[in-house]
């Protein structure tokens, strides 16, 4: 099969975008749908698959439950809305105990309590994998959603917290390193990360971001949606990024912290873009979380990075692509 | 793993229902969402797994595009409510080819279309199976849902449509006896399900259901669900059931017309409830599909069914469990 890009492309030319009420449809991190009233709601949904997006050896069932809520609900905190509730689609293993489940429900459940959601709906089935699909569903004041459209040369290009850190936990887990000694601490954002829906609300309500994406399939590729969506290019200053500390024993084993920032997925950062003239209204942290400013857009519709040095390179959207 | 519905009750304690502006949650055919304004949004979500649901040798990808969507959609017409937009997430395999992603997109455009829903959003991944959720979102006037809780005592129990010819075609297939010749037309309801949008509309319009559910499970399941939900009883009335005609080779294989009516599921036909003094306001066909009074509304708290011969006995839910 193709790139994800390609099916989506694909998806969008056979169900092309009609709808009364409808503001915005596939290609942003969720539709915005009309209510009628002062409010829209913003729908998003995600699907979370074991052996894909998580190992059911390797993940216990309470982080399973949180994190597949918290990846959906990421999507709510990139329009700067306020999550509402959610729907539940399941498959579950005959093998999957009674106490795997309720401890994957007492993972989800303190995920929704967290985030403000409340379970509207959903349906089970038995399966011969856990596969869960959630659908999220927030609401925003009228026309105040943050799509990735929005984008205009000379905006200052904006990210929260670090880069790359869910890549390294990620990592560690695959090669089976997490369980060593002082390793916990690394694996916390790869396990229970953290969308960003206070700054979302923030940026949203003070009318500061030009356009907005969550960093889940990492710096590059995010950035690549956005450009094409807003049709601009944009530059990256290296030394900028707020990149992952690394220990330098699994530096040493090839973990290097520039291209985990780059191009690591699941750190569900807010990567948004803010007119210069506004940028002096940012502070350094909103919403609990700290803000740096990593580059520009231009109008030239290419990424480019620059290192330390001043060289130039064209950065590559080589992030996660679950069809590669 | 236990009964779906013991799963349900676990989900339902794990995550109590007290949202502002959630008017019917886990538990009915979909929650019902205040807009603030005139109309409320009715959404379900629903999974459709390779395996489980269809199987994709004998499926092909047009009929599991198609019916993905018609079954979910069949949920927004037990509540009476119009079809709005819907959401897709979906795992594909590696293997299946570009003609079957289009074909499998082509038979859900055609059920959208059919069914006057717009793509709003979604995911793709690559996967093992072929695993589909759908998530619809629809509309209706403030207070008009037909829930599955308002069936009274005294209420007649009616059916749109026939009973049982999902359950026949399904059971061709399974056997492989559905390549025969003269076979089409019995499959017909299973490939191709048709949800009773027109009818559902029509109910909630003139307000002449107390409740409703569609028959996704079969008739002894789904109006098993309908009693609890309103606490009270039913007794069925077996001559009345307008079952499946079965050609008499069929039968002499054990496919038994009632048996396939009261157990079999998929029909996606609605199961109402209609105050006795409206009897006479309902027509023999509505919404393009007839309608049969199968039975009433008790307020003993069980299910019975009588034959032709005045015989009784318990109804008991033999219909479809994904956990069974």
Chains 1, 2 share one sequence.
Not at 38 to 65: C, M, Q, W, Y
Request: with cysteine; aromatic share 6%; charged share 25%.
């Amino acid at each position: 099969m193709a790139s994800e890009e390609t099916l989506i492309e694909r998806v969008r030319r056979r169900f092309p975008i009609a709808l009364n009420g409808l503001q915005v449809g596939i290609g942003d991190d969720a539709a915005v749908l009309s209510a009628g009233g002062k409010s829209e709601f913003v729908i998003t949904a995600d699907a979370f698959l074991e052996n894909v997006h998580f190992l059911r050896k390797a993940h216990p069932p309470k982080v399973v439950g949180y994190k597949a809520l918290a990846r959906a609900t990421s999507d709510i905190a990139a329009m700067g809305a306020r999550p509402k509730c959610f729907f539940l689609t399941l498959g579950l293993p005959a093998a999957c105990t009674r106490k795997w489940f309720d401890d994957f429900l007492g993972g989800m459940a303190r995920a929704a309590g967290r985030f403000g959601l409340q379970l509207a709906g959903g349906d089970t089935t038995k399966y011969a994998t856990v596969v869960i699909s959630l659908t999220v569903l927030g609401e925003i004041d009228r026309g105040r959603a943050i799509l990735r459209s929005g984008a205009r040369p000379g905006d200052l290009l904006c990210v929260s917290g670090t880069l790359g850190e869910a890549e390294l936990g990620w990592r560690l887990v695959q090669k089976n390193w997490h369980t060593r000694k002082g390793r916990a601490r690394l694996l916390q954002k790869h396990l229970y990360p953290e969308p960003r829906l206070a700054l979302g609300q923030w940026l949203a309500a003070n009318r500061l971001a030009t356009s907005m994406i969550d960093t889940s399939d990492g710096l590059s590729t995010d950035l690549g949606h956005v450009c094409r969506a807003s049709g601009v290019g944009a530059i990256v200053w290296a030394p900028k990024i707020p990149a992952v500390e690394v220990p330098s024993d699994l530096r040493r084993l090839g973990l290097e912290p520039l291209r985990l920032a780059l191009h690591g997925g699941e750190d569900y950062e807010l990567l948004f873009t803010v007119p210069r003239k506004l940028a002096r209204r940012l502070p350094r942290k909103a919403g609990g979380v700290s803000m740096s400013i990593i580059g520009e857009i231009t109008e030239e519709r290419k990424v480019v990075l620059v290192d330390a040095g001043g060289h130039e390179s064209t950065l590559k959207p080589m992030g996660w692509d679950p069809f590669r």
